[in-house]
């Protein structure tokens, strides 16, 4: 009986509420504002669609036509000479001569980078062309000419031995004119193969990582102002302390 009394005293609440409520908002207008803004969604017209329309395409002149289609040659195919043949046997275009410059720039490593004739550098893995003057690779396109602004290990003649003059000099201290006139130079992966020069090893990025140690980045100007004459030689004085298992950026700190 309790709780049917409560339902009751409940529902007569909430209907007092209700009629306060409707009160309240006839005296504010908000009825009519209801009404009229219900009208006006009833009353708008469906969203159309919007259409693209295609730009039209005009035809200047008559149209081109294949020379083959008109049973004409496609092109016309010239005699080449036995001399211009064999010279042009293994040859390109360098990328310098493609863009009409008289020569190849200055610079260590070269200034036009070449995908064909270009050699790439163990260390800044750039495979660009030389700025010697005497080289034929990269000064006529002779594919069949070796790169003189590139080394060439005497002992493994692969990849890991072929550096260009700057990296040579700023990370392991050589002239390219020196190492040119050795004929038994090696690259530090021989070296250090061979066991000829202790703590003597590649600091390029891929062969620091595959030691386990953190690749140093541009260190020559922290090497040159401990008193070194390269990066090889700052990290073969790192190497022979008793922390030389630590990573670069451990030691320098």
Request: glycine share 8%; aromatic share 6%.
């Amino acid at each position: 009986m309790g709780k049917q009394q409560g339902e009751c005293e409940y529902e007569s609440l909430r209907k007092t509420r209700i009629s306060e409520n409707k009160t309240r908002m006839a005296s504010l207008g908000l009825d009519r504002h209801a009404d009229a803004f219900l009208s006006l969604i009833s009353s708008k017209s469906p969203i159309k669609k919007s259409t693209i329309r295609k730009a039209e395409v005009k035809v200047l002149g008559a149209p081109r036509r294949s020379n083959r289609l008109k049973g004409k040659p496609a092109y016309v195919e010239r005699p080449m000479s036995d001399s211009s043949r064999k010279a042009s046997i293994g040859k390109t275009i360098p990328a310098w001569r493609k863009l009409g410059l008289e020569s190849r720039g200055g610079g260590a490593r070269g200034s036009f980078y070449d995908q064909v004739l270009g050699i790439c550098c163990h260390f800044c893995r750039q495979k660009k062309l030389c700025a010697e003057e005497d080289c034929k690779r990269c000064n006529t396109g002779d594919m069949n000419e070796p790169c003189t602004g590139k080394t060439e290990c005497t002992a493994c003649y692969s990849s890991n031995g072929i550096l260009c003059r700057a990296c040579l000099k700023i990370r392991y201290g050589e002239d390219l004119e020196v190492v040119r006139k050795m004929k038994d130079w090696m690259c530090p992966h021989c070296i250090e193969e061979k066991g000829i020069r202790p703590y003597w090893i590649c600091n390029s990025s891929l062969c620091l990582r595959r030691k386990k140690m953190s690749p140093t980045g541009i260190a020559i100007y922290h090497a040159r102002e401990e008193g070194f004459e390269s990066v090889a030689h700052l990290l073969m004085d790192q190497l022979k302390k008793p922390k030389h298992r630590l990573s670069w950026h451990e030691r320098r700190a």
